[in-house]
């Protein structure tokens, strides 16, 4: 078995995103997306159970490369990346299309995901995926049960439903749909000496279509009156005279 | 312009959802239709100044791909130049697929667009509802992902006519269904609404917001850190990754206010904050601020009120 897990480099999540023309302003340094988190997860699980390879595939300014080392410091074996000028600002179907190539050249079985990046957050990228491959998918996973047979539960909008995982598919993780494991001082030390590849995009056969034009971004006037009171022991009763006010009770 | 909305339903009828986004393409003029895609039996979705087509799923098959496949079919055919749907679990798949099929990528937590000379231009929100963010489309069809609650959703009689076509299986078998209990206000269309945060520090501490709730008859909502920590069903985390709420009055106990979180209720018509950090982000979206222990105002409120 084969596994891609896509993985993402995002900003430092603590500190506030700035923009330039439109696109995030990425620093040399970027840590993984905590959201990948919970797919690299499910993979490792996947691969003590069959013996999988897991390879981390990532696209984006690659700088120091310390969030794709926090990749692999969790269990994964190797990492590819596309890091590529023309790809600034790529658009959820362009980045859908580099990662479906990219898993492609793996001759990956099963793509994993998280939902959606911190960052960027469209949510669409898995399911963009699922049909570059022409493989089904099975979104907003948020349990898996690793037996002979995967069981997956996956989140609906009413409560949720149960599938068995096939051969080849795309999967999205939900965040908190499996406890992330933590790498040790061995694991730390041992990624150190794992393979990270960089390709590049003539190496993958794949068409550029940016249909998505920035305008610009514009600020909002803050309507809120940002009134603050120290509680001193009575603070509950401003509470209390709003709620009135506002005839909640 | 030819529209096409993508229809969900909840509990037999179209969304919410659904019915925003139809508002906004009916103050628009758009040339619109629906396609609904379900599982229910014969719901009454049938509209008045609308084509309806029910597009009926297998219960037993996640066969989505399926739904798209039927879609791509039908936006070709009719030469339809706009796609919108919510920012649903569902929509979200059904675009995304879409989006591959028409070689457009879509825009995705879209809170408003505009409709100039053939163009159409999104508005997301971002920073926090900081900033507005725009973007024009250029390719033929446009493709949005609508976050709930952007438009007051519209008021129509629903009837039996509508064409309904059944999906074929995929693959993909679907076994065990559990459909989430529901009770007590929900969050999405109760007056008010109290989340917790972090600052609660113990799940046993959700007792506090529970009476709370009890008495203001409000909805339950929570950050992410804490849904993650279990605290909480998924369903009822409230922010980018989860719910969009616009209550009347958001009581936010213990939250510092993360953007992850801000989205998803900043909207609300007057915002309560209580949190022992001065400088907490959530106090710039506040009508009303207090500085302190959320485990000991709480406890105050449930005495008072």
Redesign the interface.
């Known amino acids: 078995m084969k596994i891609a897990v896509c993985a993402k480099q995002i900003p430092d999540p603590a500190v506030?995103?700035t923009?330039s023309e439109?696109s995030i302003v990425r620093p040399e340094e970027q840590v993984l997306d905590d959201t990948d988190r919970y797919g690299i997860e499910v993979a490792l699980q996947l691969k003590e159970k069959f013996d999988a390879e897991v390879t981390i595939i990532s696209m984006g300014p690659s700088g120091t490369q310390k969030g794709l080392q926090q990749a692999l410091q969790m269990g994964a074996d190797k990492a590819i990346f596309v890091d590529d000028d023309s790809l600034k600002g790529a658009?959820?179907?362009?980045t859908?299309n580099v990662l479906s190539e990219m898993a492609k050249s793996l001759s990956a079985d099963i793509v994993i995901f998280g939902?959606?990046s911190?960052d960027g957050?469209?949510?669409?990228?898995?399911?963009?995926v699922?049909?570059?491959l022409d493989l089904?998918?099975?979104?907003?996973v948020?349990a898996i049960e690793v037996d002979n047979d995967v069981t997956l539960t996956?989140?609906?909008?009413?409560?949720?439903?149960?599938?068995?995982m096939?051969d080849k598919?795309v999967i999205s993780v939900?965040?908190?749909g499996v406890e992330p494991r933590y790498p040790n001082f061995k694991d730390i030390m041992a990624a150190k000496s794992k393979p990270i590849e960089q390709v590049s995009l003539g190496d993958l056969n794949m068409s550029s279509?940016q249909?998505?034009?920035?305008?610009?971004?514009?600020?909002?006037e803050?309507s809120?009156?940002?009134?603050?009171?120290?509680?001193e022991?009575e603070?509950?009763?401003?509470?209390?005279n709003?709620?009135k006010e506002?005839k909640?009770? | 312009m030819k529209t096409l909305i993508i229809g969900?339903l909840?509990n037999n009828n179209l969304s919410s959802g659904t019915l925003e986004i139809l508002s906004k393409a009916t103050s628009l003029n758009l040339d619109a239709q629906v396609i609904t895609v379900g599982i229910d039996e014969n719901p009454s979705i049938g509209l008045d100044n609308c084509k309806q087509t029910y597009l009926k799923r297998k219960s037993d098959s996640?066969n989505?791909?399926k739904a798209?496949s039927k879609i791509s079919e039908i936006i070709e055919n009719e030469d339809i130049s706009l796609i919108l749907g919510s920012?649903?679990?569902?929509c979200?798949?059904i675009?995304?697929?879409l989006?591959?099929?028409l070689?457009?990528?879509?825009?995705?937590?879209v809170i408003d667009f505009i409709i100039e000379s053939g163009n159409v231009?999104t508005v997301n929100s971002?920073?926090g509802?900081?900033?507005?963010?725009?973007?024009?489309?250029?390719?033929d069809q446009a493709l949005l992902?609508i976050r709930p609650k952007a438009f007051d959703p519209i008021e129509v009689n629903f009837n039996d006519n509508y064409e309904t076509i059944d999906l074929d299986s995929?693959?993909?078998?679907?076994?065990?269904?559990?459909?989430?209990e529901k009770s007590g206000p929900q969050l999405e269309d109760s007056?008010?609404v109290i989340s917790a945060g972090r600052g609660m520090v113990e799940k046993e501490n959700l007792e506090l917001i529970e009476t709370l709730a009890l008495?203001?008859n409000a909805a339950i909502g929570g950050t992410?850190a804490i849904?993650?920590a279990?605290w909480m069903p998924?369903s009822q985390q409230v922010g980018?990754?989860g719910k969009t709420v616009k209550p009347?009055?958001y009581?936010a106990c213990g939250i510092s206010g993360a953007?992850?979180h801000q989205v998803g209720m900043k909207d609300s018509k007057?915002?309560?904050a209580?949190n022992k950090d001065?400088e907490a982000p959530i106090?710039?979206?506040?009508?009303?601020?207090?500085?302190?222990?959320t485990l000991?105002?709480i406890p105050?409120?449930n005495e008072?009120?």
Do not use: H, W
């Open positions: 506030e995103i923009y439109g658009n959820s179907l362009m859908a939902t959606e911190t957050y469209s949510g669409t990228v898995p399911q963009q699922s049909r570059y089904e998918c099975i979104s907003y948020k996956r989140q609906t909008v009413e409560g949720s439903e149960k599938l068995n096939p598919c939900t965040a908190g279509n249909n998505l034009e920035f305008i610009d971004i514009e600020n909002v803050n809120k009156s940002g009134e603050k009171i120290i509680d022991g603070a509950y009763q401003e509470i209390v709003k709620l506002l909640v009770i | 969900e909840i996640l989505l791909s798209v920012s649903t679990y569902m979200r798949d675009i995304a697929g989006s591959v099929d070689n457009s990528s879509p825009v995705s937590n231009s971002i920073n509802g900081e900033s507005l963010y725009k973007t024009k489309i250029n390719s992902l995929s693959d993909l078998e679907v076994f065990d269904i559990f459909i989430e007056k008010v008495k203001l992410r849904v993650d279990g998924y980018q990754t009347d009055v009581i953007t992850q007057f915002v309560i209580i001065e106090f710039q979206l506040a009508d009303l601020g207090i500085v302190g222990d000991s105002v105050k409120l008072n009120i």
